[in-house]
């Protein structure tokens, strides 16, 4: 039996026997469906609907597809292949928070990058184009790493506590969380009068929860000759950057101020004046020698980037998406994709979850399955799962390890399993 | 002013007029427009519009023989069925711009009563009324302090739908003080949107679709005031007539995000900012002629030949850099994927560096649309010889 075929059998299985664990979304039968089977060639079969729960449940234990995805989208024909004639009713809005798309220091630890052309490899995220050939096409390694988890429910967390509750007065009840099942968290706000916006509108509040195209002009922020304090308690933008601004200055001790301010494009200068009159200095910005617009609204672009979520924009706005349905597993991990209560959220550890009922590692159950395996990649970062880490491994390392860990090498393509009975 | 029981009659366009004026309005608009023109009124009504018709043409801010009566009411269906009939849109978007300013320095009259009640009972939207009034920041003038206080405060989703054609920077979600669902706004600004609301409704069509155009015309006294507007319309048309680049540059080599644009302005829709400065900048790298630009913007609804020269001639002084498709995509201009462009989405394959490369601005969308051309002219002369 082939890895892939292996691998197969323990989806099946999983979906045989949990698909109570499965939960059915609302509006089931109006959404599409998508799956990618598990075939050589990664091709995902769209434009499919179920009459109910019962049958895609028995879609699932019959064909047990690797990756498993439902429409933000609600249609009146959803499974019509055409976009037009599909009968487009609404669609709830969507946010993805993956640390694919921003930046986490770890990363340099653990993701690794090759340039398609010349080989050329690296530590860290791929660089727009490589250093070597110029060729702007990479394969990458991205690795799952507790840090960078923990840095995209921090994400989750100030979307929900700086934003959704206390500017959009979103209802707890409409939001629906899950971990993603790979490096990140979805989030989902069910609530009919968000499903009518447009592309655009959506777009609007994007910007609002990213900082994207702010003005400063407008908000009044770039004025030096005016005392900004008189600004804090401007309602939306305005009161959050000031507020950051003044909970820096107070919240850390001078030196690391002056990094964290020499990182935000401030000169030496300047920072010896804000650290000698932290109190007052922002209603004499115009008295601080060097200190121009320019740099000063470079310095509020820092602050505003600082206090946007760092969410996957193309996914909130584009109405056709599909995204993972929660329960199934994900086909590059073999973890579940999994629900969560706020609640639930604030205590998560995807990797070590004590839980069960919320444990994502869904093979760990089979505690005493040992598999043996043999590396295929030159490098393969370490991992730590259920409190016990493995690798780094090298090409051609050959290990016994746990089901659940095998599942996830296997899963990414960098190991394949090999029997007993071969040495 | 106007108290509430003749709010219908000022503002034909709230629901609550149509229902109390034309609750027997037939399907068939010919059964109104004749009465109309058969009634004692009819002179009166043809020339009232005909001055509106004549203030869009010339886009004026304002009418001054405009009355808010009950003919006020019936001239309002007339305006729609002759902008169906006409099926002009250059025209329709002036006439609904000038209609729907006319309503907002009407509006500004109006008691925050009546504001709030068109707002909630006529329009559907979740408007709240702060009787004490609500504080929601300060304002700072070199060192003095001043509150921002509002009565009103308007739920977000209602306060994005009717932005929706705005967008300019002013009006942004995340420019403006958003708390608890709602957004905070000044009587002015909501009376502002309420004219977006007037504009767009003027260029529905509520009206059955309306398929005996000749029935109509067999009315007298409408055909002859169609046959009047059409004419005026005319030779003011000429004058502003949207410029075609049919000099050296040939548009059809445009991309989708230009293209979109161009089709906006010749409809005499308004473009937002960053629309505006992408279509300049990028003639101006053409080499496209500042009198064509600023021809180009003449069909603006805010267009002032001295503004837009200047402005255009400062900008070719700065020489600005077009977008990237980039930047492009983040805007949200960028029509590649709507329009399925093979070149934007597929990108082009560069003989120098043996690889299929993406395009990365529209100036290079153009680039490669006039290469292939000489390639294909080229291949055609050959085959000639
Ligand atoms: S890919 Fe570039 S040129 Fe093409 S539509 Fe988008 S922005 Fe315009
Ligand atoms: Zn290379
Ligand atoms: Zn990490």
Known sequence: MSDIDYLKRLFQDYYRKKTNQIPPIDSLNQREFGFIPWDDIIIMNRHISFVNYEAFKNYLSKFSPRHIYSSGALYNNPDHTDMNKKGYLGCDFLIDIDVDHFYTPCKKDHDLWYCKKCGKNGIGMAPNKCPKCENSQFKSLSWICEKCLSLAKNEIFKLIEDFLLPDFKINKEELKVVFSGHRGYHLKIENEKIRNLSGAERREIVDYLTGENISYEILGLNDLNSNLYFLEDNYGWTKKIINKIKKNIHDYPNDVLKDILSDFGLNREIIEYILNDKNNFLKNLWKIKGLGEKTWVNFLKNITKNLGAKIDVPVSIDIHRLIRYPGSLHGSTGFRVQELSLSELETFKPLNEINQEIDPIVFAEKKDVKIKIEILENKVPSIKIKGKTYGPYNKGTIEIIPLHVAVFLLCKGVAKTRSFIDD | ?385
Request: one cysteine or more; a neutral charge; glycine letters at 2%.
């Open chain 2, 1 to 385: 002013m106007s108290d509430n029981f003749d709010l219908a009659s000022h503002y034909p366009w709230l629901p609550s007029s149509l229902i109390k004026y034309y609750s027997n309005l037939p399907d068939d608009p010919k059964e109104f427009i004749s009465e109309i023109f058969s009634s004692t009124i009819s002179e009166e009504i043809s020339e009232r519009t005909f001055e509106i018709f004549k203030a869009a043409f010339n886009n004026l801010e304002n009418v001054v023989y405009y009355k808010l009566d009950k003919l006020n009411v019936y001239m309002y269906l007339l305006i729609k069925i002759l902008l169906i009939v006409l099926n002009d849109k250059l025209l329709t978007n002036r006439v609904a711009n000038l209609y729907s300013k006319i309503n907002y320095y009407d509006l500004l009259e109006e008691n925050d009563y009546n504001i709030y009640h068109i707002c909630n009972e006529e329009l559907n939207l979740n408007v709240q009324y702060l009787p004490e009034g609500e504080v929601y920041g300060n304002k700072s003038y070199e060192n003095n302090q001043q509150q921002v206080i509002t009565n009103f405060k308007i739920f977000f989703i209602d306060y994005l739908n009717l932005v929706a054609n705005l967008r300019d920077e002013y009006r942004k979600l995340i420019n403006n003080p958003l708390s608890n669902g709602f957004v905070f706004l000044k009587k002015k600004t909501l009376i502002r949107l309420l004219q977006e609301y007037v504009r767009n409704k003027i260029k529905e069509v509520e009206i059955k679709e309306i398929t005996k155009k000749d029935d109509l015309l067999n009315i007298k006294g409408f055909r002859e005031l169609l046959e009047k507007i059409s004419a005026a319309w005319k030779n003011r048309k000429d004058e502003i007539e949207y410029y075609e680049f049919d000099g050296t540059e040939d548009a059809s080599f445009y991309p989708p995000c230009i293209q979109e644009i161009r089709s906006k302005a010749k409809e005499g829709q308004n473009l937002i900012h960053t629309e505006r400065l992408l279509i300049l900048w990028f003639l101006l790298a053409l080499n496209v002629p500042i009198e064509d630009i600023v021809k180009f913007f003449s069909t603006m609804p805010d267009f002032d030949q001295e503004k837009t020269t200047y402005q255009v001639n400062f900008a070719k002084r700065k020489g600005y850099k077009v977008y990237l498709c980039e930047t492009l995509k983040s805007l949200d201009l960028c029509r590649a994927n709507k329009d399925k462009e093979k070149i934007c989405t597929e990108g082009y394959y560069s003989k120098t560096q043996e690889a299929q490369r993406k395009i990365s601005s529209p100036l290079q969308y153009v680039h490669v649309r006039q290469h292939r051309n000489r390639r294909e002219s080229k291949n055609k002369s050959n085959i000639n010889n």
